[in-house]
């Protein structure tokens, strides 16, 4: 009984340790955004920068997963229709992601906030066990280890992207495992913790895969056993296991990304942008931020502590020489990124990213906790310690001095912070050498509360950074409109259809995820690329590596061709066919009498469609032409009218005019006169040309009596703005105010007037010829009767190879109508259609990984006979 109840304390006491590597970092994080007006319930949200954007929006949509309003495959909710396993493996992989089933979706943004804490409580916990299983030190330096690793720089200055996170804490795991492989013990903690890393983010299994590689053949060169054959196959064999049980996630994201088609990043110079030699000084100082845009130098500060001891293990004569070299040939690789283009590329993939750069810069982090571990427990004399505070103290102080204002964001309050701080360690690791205990605990307490406030102190300053740089934004800018948008879906939503819908006044360039509606609207690293470029041909502007797809300015044409049936606005919309309903307060709501549907019967005459490069305004016509089988001219052009315009500074050359201003904020304000005929839909064509600063090019534009006063950013909208219908011939005035860029090129500005009466009657022919389509999830199905030869089903759901189609229960090709949309070939008489999406590679994905559970089942029963 006295046995069993050991055991119990025994368990016990360890569950606390645990416990207490999990809730410390929570703790500390939350203070430092607390400290920075980000905790529940408060003004500020947690979510800056892509956070509100995409991991907000996409949280909404999985828990729609999870509770059985959406398929796990398919969603309608982005781009008309788009992959969401693909979506899942990069932003919603990981064990902590289905919380989200507990929240609102109106109180989504406190869902981030949670799972982003929940997720460095975790990294505290398995870091606490790779410092527990790795070293021989005592609990306390366990913890303060684990803590420093789960408070690292990167996590908090990357808390914005949290699908990154979930590595932090599966990274000691695989650690773990491969420490165990090279023991000659049980390696199923390593096939869990690859399994782990495959399935909850490819992109950082990508960067983790070579790093744990890289540590494998460092591990066995410490030793002496590069040679060691069967510890290769044992490593070999449990990685080949956990690639295979990750192949229901792991095959169909590969071929997802080989149909995307991005093309790999150029190396155009040796060394990496704005590379300085006191880079990893200036980064492990405290509350050092400077950037996650462009210009930024890597995170990789662990605390002041774990460096000090991880400089010692190169100083140490119990570490060996081959120790030495292997660990810093493993810094060196990762340094190469730093500093060299090449390396930086290979690290990330072959693609240099847009933004928060040197995405490996946490193994950096994590090197740093083990060097410090194995040094730690080696018990360095305070003489050498103390040398290299001191020396650390030194570097400091040139490096702040001497960099003559490289380190711009760097303060006099950073420098003398970490001077303080580094003193202070110096002193308790002096009143350490004394034998009595007593002192040495508190000293102990006294060095853990030191730690901690370094810690804190340096989150602080990281979130700081975010808040000045990012914005963390007022949470009412996410839940204010939640209310009347809900209301307006769930009105005008059909069960078997889903609601085609956009705002004028969109909260976020995915609000289709949150509110469940289909949008056109897309921003997702995971996304149809293909089609993306076809719609830009079509007005929607979608360009670069199509990171995303833009609705607004572009013409009602192509909003009735693609089935949008509503729109809502704060302000007035005066479109052909679209008739006023019921306001919800702060919306008007505008439905569209001549939306088509999901699918519409046509000749076989458009599987020949063609869509221009150059002429998007053509490619609508020719599509609309072909699916009412008219022959019309819809659109032609009217020339402006430029009147004085007291202070403007342009100059117009070759159908082309200049702007030149005193600086970005400057507003170029300049006003045009046109007379419109009657019946025309009329649009302002503004197209800047190459050689402006697109990222800030704003413009405005209003027209008197007729409450149009829209304002737009040029590189994220399409070029026609919407300037109202006109059914009686009208002259009107129309003032634009463009800024933020100081010098910009465009092509002559101009009206695009599109004929009503033409438009009203073609599309009056498609919506004749429409198919009754249902949609149930991820599955299409339909009854399309024809009384012709030649006839083609074309509908409005995006290309994509993950579609397989069955017409009268028999397998048929898909066309790819215009290489944007999916097109069905039909019999004469009756075609029962049925499309059903699986994202391609899935089924072979799934083979693979049960074939890789039995052989794992297999070779563990195997193992336990031998055993018995």
Same mark, same amino acid.
């Given at each position: ?800 190879? *993950? &579609?397989?189609?069955? /017409?009268?229960?028999?397998?048929? !090709? #898909?066309?790819?109508?215009? =290489?944007?949309? @999916?097109?069905? $070939? ?14 391609? *590679? &899935?089924?072979?994905? /799934?083979?693979?990984?049960?074939? !890789? #559970?039995?052989?794992?089942? =297999?070779?563990? @029963?195997?193992? $336990?006979?031998?055993?018995?």
């Amino acid at each position: 009984m006295g046995l069993i109840i050991f055991m119990i304390m025994k368990k016990a006491k360890s569950g606390i340790t645990y416990l207490v590597a999990f809730v410390l970092p929570v703790i500390l994080v939350a203070i430092a955004w607390w400290l920075n007006g980000v905790y529940p319930g408060s003004k500020l949200s947690v979510l800056a920068s892509d956070s509100f954007t995409q991991t907000v929006n996409f949280y909404d949509a999985f828990h729609d997963v999870l509770h059985g309003n959406q398929s796990w495959f398919y969603t309608w909710s982005g781009s008309l229709g788009v992959n969401f396993l693909g979506i899942y493996s990069y932003y919603l992989g990981g064990v902590v992601t289905p919380i989200v089933y507990f929240f609102s979706k109106s109180d989504m943004a406190n869902a981030v906030y949670v799972i982003t804490l929940i997720k460095i409580g975790l990294a505290g916990v398995t870091a606490f066990w790779y410092a527990k299983t790795s070293f021989r030190l005592q609990t306390w330096q366990n913890h303060l280890l684990a803590l420093c690793y789960a408070m690292m720089s990167f996590g908090l200055a990357f808390a914005e992207q949290p699908m990154w996170l979930d590595t932090l804490y599966i990274l000691p795991i695989i650690i773990i495992g491969i420490n165990r492989v090279i023991d000659g013990k049980g390696g199923n903690i390593l096939i869990f913790g690859y399994f782990l890393l495959f399935i909850t983010n490819f992109y950082m299994a990508y960067i983790v895969g070579i790093f744990s590689f890289l540590y494998f053949c460092v591990g066995l060169y410490r030793r002496g056993e590069l040679k060691q054959k069967l510890t290769w196959l044992a490593y070999g064999w449990r990685l080949v296991i956990a690639l295979g049980l990750s192949a229901i996630i792991i095959i169909p994201t590969v071929v997802t990304m080989i149909n995307t088609h991005i093309p790999l990043s150029k190396v155009n110079g040796l060394f990496t942008d704005n590379t300085g030699i006191w880079d990893l000084i200036i980064k492990n100082m405290v509350g050092v931020y400077d950037t996650t845009k462009f210009g930024t130098i890597p995170f990789v500060s662990v605390g002041l502590l774990p460096l000090i001891f991880a400089i010692s293990f190169f100083f140490l004569k119990k570490i060996t020489k081959k120790s030495k070299i292997g660990m810093a040939v493993l810094l060196g690789c990762l340094c190469l990124g730093f500093y060299f283009q090449p390396f930086d590329l290979a690290w990330q993939g072959g693609h240099f990213p847009a933004m928060f750069l040197f995405r490996y810069s946490f193994l950096f982090s994590f090197l740093v906790i083990q060097l410090a571990g194995e040094a730690w427990e080696t018990k360095p004399s305070f003489k050498l310690l103390s040398r290299i505070i001191i020396s650390l103290g030194i570097l400091m102080i040139v490096a702040y001095f001497g960099s003559f204002g490289h380190y711009h964001y760097l303060s006099v309050f950073n420098l003398l912070s970490t001077l303080i701080i580094l003193a202070a360690y110096l002193v308790l690791f002096s009143l350490l050498t004394t034998d009595r205990q007593s002192v040495q605990k508190g000293i102990v307490i006294i060095l853990s509360i030191m730690c901690c406030v370094e810690l804190t102190g340096n989150a602080y300053g990281i979130f700081l950074g975010t808040k000045k740089e990012w914005h963390y934004p007022l949470n009412r800018l996410y839940t204010q409109n939640y209310p009347a948008i809900s209301k307006i879906v769930s009105k005008y939503q059909k069960k078997d259809v889903p609601l085609r819908m956009e705002s004028m006044d969109p909260v976020s360039r995915n609000d289709g995820f949150n509110y469940n509606y289909s949008s056109i609207n897309l921003f997702s690293s995971m996304r149809n690329r293909p089609f993306m470029q076809q719609m830009n041909k079509l007005g929607y502007r979608s360009t670069g590596d199509n990171l995303n797809l833009i609705y607004g300015n572009n013409t009602v044409l192509m909003d009735s061709l693609l089935g949008n049936q509503l729109i809502i606005a704060k302000g007035k919309v005066n479109r052909v066919g679209y008739q006023t309903q019921p306001d919800v307060k702060p919306y008007h709501v505008y439905k569209n009498q001549y939306a088509a549907g999901l699918g519409t019967v046509t000749n076989d005459r458009i599987l020949k469609l063609k869509l221009s490069n150059t002429d998007n305004l053509g490619n609508q016509s020719q599509l609309l032409n072909d699916l009412s089988q008219q022959n019309q001219t819809y659109f032609k052009q009217q020339a402006l009218k430029l009147l004085p315009s007291p202070g403007a500074r342009i100059s117009i050359q070759n159908n082309q005019f200049y702007g030149n201003m005193p600086s970005d904020q400057s507003v170029q304000r300049l006003t045009w006169k046109v007379k419109i005929p009657a019946h025309q839909q009329a649009y302002l064509s503004l197209y800047p040309l190459s050689g402006t600063n697109l990222g800030g090019l704003m413009s405005e534009v209003k027209v008197d009596k007729q409450g149009v006063n829209l304002t737009s950013r040029n590189s994220m909208t399409g070029q026609y703005i919407d300037l109202g219908n006109y059914k009686k011939a009208t002259t009107i005035t129309i003032h634009t105010n463009i800024w933020g860029s100081k010098q910009f090129r465009m092509v002559m500005p101009n009206v695009i007037l599109m004929n009503t009466n033409r438009y009203e009657k073609s599309m009056t022919e498609v919506q004749r010829h429409a198919a009754k389509l249902k949609i149930s999830g991820d599955t299409i199905t339909g009854k399309v009767n024809v009384n012709r030869k030649n006839q083609v089903l074309v509908t409005s759901v995006p290309y994509d190879d *993950g &579609w397989r189609l069955t /017409v009268n229960h028999q397998a048929a !090709s #898909l066309k790819a109508i215009g =290489g944007a949309f @999916v097109g069905v $070939k039909l019999h004469k008489g009756q075609n029962q259609v049925q499309l059903k999406y699986r994202p391609s *590679g &899935w089924y072979v994905g /799934v083979i693979i990984s049960s074939i !890789s #559970l039995v052989l794992l089942i =297999g070779e563990m @029963v195997i193992k $336990k006979r031998k055993n018995n």
